[in-house]
T-cell receptor, first 113, second 113 residues
Framework: SAVISQKPSRDICQRGTSLTIQCQVD?????MFWYRQQPGQSLTLIAT?????????ESGFVIDKFPISRPNLTFSTLTVSNMSPEDSSIYLC??????????FGEGSRLTVL | GQQLNQSPQSMFIQEGEDVSMNCTSS?????WLWYKQDPGEGPVLLIA?????ELTSNGRLTAQFGITRKDSFLNISASIPSDVGIYFC?????????????FGKGTHLIIQP
């Protein structure tokens, strides 16, 4: 299995600001993803982080709001831009190996005031 | 989009009881994954299933990939307090999102001593 570290683990942010979440995997993985989990809800895929190229976004998510980088096979960042209270959520980094199993980081809990 | 129906939504049981939860889908999946999420943590992979009819155990946990490929169940035997948490099923097929994973809405397991 892959060990995934995220930071920050939590933050309280002001409306209109942006926050970048970092994700580090302890081994090379084939794919990395970012999910959002709103309070009491299930997981929703935001985008696939592609190494060295633009991320692939799911319907309802756009690059201007959630820019993503993946400079190498083991590291990715997600930025939540121009935050509003509706962006208060847990943001989860995940990674998949060739087996198809998907592993998750511990999540970054954002509260936007 | 695809939908996964996970039930029950919540369970209140006595310590020592067996637990059963399931997921059904209108679509055929080629992979089923079961996760557990503790408060403030990311989801942790419990069991992965890759073949229709497959029955896999992980300690007190047993999961099966339904022969129709449209359902899966997870059983927990002799529940203990640390089993408390939210359990998510997730399915993958070629018609899904970037990673093909669709998540159920979760089963919240509460154990009364």
């Amino acid at each position: 299995s892959a060990v995934i570290s995220q930071k920050p683990s939590r933050d309280i942010c002001q409306r209109g600001t942006s926050l970048t979440i970092q994700c580090q995997v302890d081994s090379q993985v084939t794919m990395m993803f970012w999910y959002r989990q709103q309070p009491g809800q299930s997981l929703t895929l935001i985008a696939t982080a592609n190494q060295g190229s633009e991320a692939t976004y799911e319907s309802g998510f756009v690059i201007d709001k959630f820019p993503i980088s993946r400079p190498n096979l083991t590291f990715s960042t997600l930025t939540v831009s121009n935050m509003s209270p509706e962006d208060s959520s847990i943001y989860l980094c995940s990674a998949a190996q060739n087996t198809g199993e998907l592993f998750f980081g511990e999540g970054s809990r954002l509260t936007v005031l | 989009g695809q939908q996964l129906n996970q039930s029950p939504q919540s369970m209140f049981i006595q310590e020592g009881e067996d637990v059963s939860m399931n997921c059904t889908s209108s679509s055929i999946f080629n992979t089923w994954l079961w996760y557990k999420q503790d408060p403030g943590e990311g989801p942790v992979l419990l069991i992965a299933l890759y073949k229709a009819g497959e029955l896999t155990s992980n300690g007190r946990l047993t999961a099966q990939f339904g022969i129709t490929r449209k359902d899966s169940f997870l059983n927990i035997s002799a529940s203990i307090p640390s089993d408390v948490g939210i359990y998510f099923c997730a399915g993958r097929n070629s018609g899904g999102g970037a990673d093909g994973l669709t998540f159920g809405k979760g089963t919240h397991l509460i154990i009364q001593p």
